[in-house]
């Protein structure tokens, strides 16, 4: 495949997650807390609600975010890569880089909500029930998330070290 089919299933991928499955996701997790608050009062039913509803708009707002950017950076990228293929690259380069640093951050993170989630689910009060099966969710939602998006990246920061090696300036020629 060649760097620019990389490119491009990698951010069609970004979209297609963004689109049809962070944004649905968040929409589903604020319709839950919402529906959480009205068939029951109390703990329970605020454990749930809050951070369903706060992780749904975190979602909505990703979910939206990176749909609506991604054509205009393909396109960038595009233009860069036909205009100046070695500027374009030691800049998508160490970006996709750091991108990838932050899977080891985000899989701990999402990991520890999981286990914080089952910790307060067997504390056996009322609203731990709630937020802790919450926490669960939102746990493994953040995996799965993460768990596409590494697995995108991995070839596209593959495709842009092979094009950084091509354009690097040639080191024998010296003075």
Do not use: C
Not at 33 to 57: D, M, N, Q
Not at 97 to 110: A, I, L, P
Not at 153 to 160: F, N, Q, R
């Amino acid at each position: 495949m060649s760097f620019l089919e990389v490119m491009q299933t990698y951010f069609r991928g970004e979209k297609l997650e963004a689109l049809f499955f962070i944004l649905p996701v968040g929409l589903l997790l604020v319709a839950f807390g919402a529906v959480a608050l009205r068939a029951e009062r109390g703990g329970y039913a605020w454990g749930i609600a809050v951070p369903s509803i706060i992780f749904g708009l975190v979602l909505v707002g990703t979910g939206i975010g990176v749909s609506a950017r991604t054509t205009g950076q393909v396109a960038e990228l595009e233009q860069g890569l036909d205009e100046a293929p070695a500027a374009m690259v030691s800049k998508e380069l160490p970006r996709m880089q750091k991108v990838n640093n932050n899977f080891r951050t985000t899989f701990y993170v999402f990991g520890v909500l999981a286990a914080i989630g089952l910790t307060l689910h067997y504390l056996n009060t009322t609203w731990g029930r709630g937020l802790g099966a919450v926490l669960i969710l939102i746990g493994a939602i953040g995996l799965l998330i993460d768990g596409f998006a590494e697995r995108r990246a991995a070839p596209y920061t593959v495709a842009l070290e092979q094009l950084a090696a091509r354009h690097q300036p040639d080191q024998s020629t010296g003075p």
